[in-house]
């Protein structure tokens, strides 16, 4: 039977996961959906949160400190808010649900950055297919395509940010575009960052959200913060449901450059609007993503 498990809260010790009926797992409550898998590294058990906004996995300095990892070259890491020269180590495998990772030159960072043993990236992810049910705070990990697409509100297709679009080569490659996100009758980019607690968009879908009515500071998992202005979008729909006018945050976040997504509207999707649905679910190697509720 293939691997399946459900993932558990990034900064508790996960039990080992049964193949049958995982347990149903937290989420963590000040960080809706900041959720972690147990992965295996040798004879360790480390938890690594799972990041749909990150291209590459990252793991933390006392991780690597634990492992003895031998140190890799200094790459730059493009985060959200900045890009950023970081040490890396090689990993020679990474098993994530029985499936092996070979040869990984993780990024380092400070384990008090990350509040977890280490980030699950896209260079990952894009073998499986994550559900995240936020009304029974569950979420699950699987193989793309084991299981079928459960039915709801609107099952849209994605297309694939590949290494040869832009500035996405040395940063998201593999990151997912929706083609079910509108204002009005706009179809604008967007894409998912399970780790964000807030959607921004970009200052190009600023342009059509009303006046400024303040400033909230921005923070990202590398120590880098920014401005954004508070604006309201006089109507949102994704995925068939009408959000009707919607505050969202806008700024020049660094993220819509790496994607090539400064020249046109375009929205990262955080936990405060995808907790609006009971469940999504995004499949890396099917390119598409799910929503329902």
Do not use: C, W
Request: no cysteine.
């Amino acid at each position: 039977m293939a691997a399946a498990a459900s993932a558990t809260a990034a900064q508790a010790r996960a039990q080992t996961t049964p193949t049958t009926a995982p347990p149903d797992a937290r989420i963590l409550d000040n960080l809706l959906t900041r959720v972690g898998v147990e992965v295996e590294i040798g004879q360790d058990h480390p938890v690594f949160v799972i990041d749909t906004g990150a291209e590459r996995t990252s793991i933390s300095d006392s991780l690597a400190r634990r492992l003895d990892l031998a140190p890799g070259p200094d790459v730059i890491v493009h985060g959200i808010t900045a890009a950023q020269r970081t040490p890396t180590v090689l990993l020679p495998r990474l098993e994530v649900l029985q499936r092996p990772f070979t040869d990984l030159v993780p990024p380092v960072f400070q384990h008090s950055l990350l509040g977890a043993d280490g980030f699950l990236g896209l260079d990952v992810l894009s073998q499986f297919r994550l559900g995240l049910d936020f009304q029974r705070r569950r979420a699950t990990l699987a193989p793309s395509g084991q299981t079928r697409f459960f039915s709801g509100v609107g099952t849209a297709t994605a297309r694939r940010i590949g290494p040869d679009r832009g500035g996405a080569r040395s940063a998201r490659g593999g990151q997912l575009l929706l083609s079910s996100v509108r204002i009005g009758d706009a179809v604008i980019d967007a894409f998912i960052d399970s780790g964000a607690q807030h959607s921004v968009g970009n200052l190009r879908l600023a342009d059509l959200a009303g006046p400024s009515t303040g400033e909230l500071q921005l923070f990202g998992v590398v120590g880098q913060s920014l401005t954004a202005q508070q604006r309201t979008l006089p109507d949102l729909k994704i995925a068939r449901r009408d959000f009707g006018p919607t505050p969202l945050l806008f700024a020049d976040l660094h993220a819509f450059r790496v994607l090539d997504l400064s020249d046109r509207p375009a929205l990262l999707l955080g936990a405060d609007l995808l907790t609006r649905f009971r469940r999504i679910t995004l499949d890396y190697g099917a390119s598409r993503v799910a929503f329902e509720g």
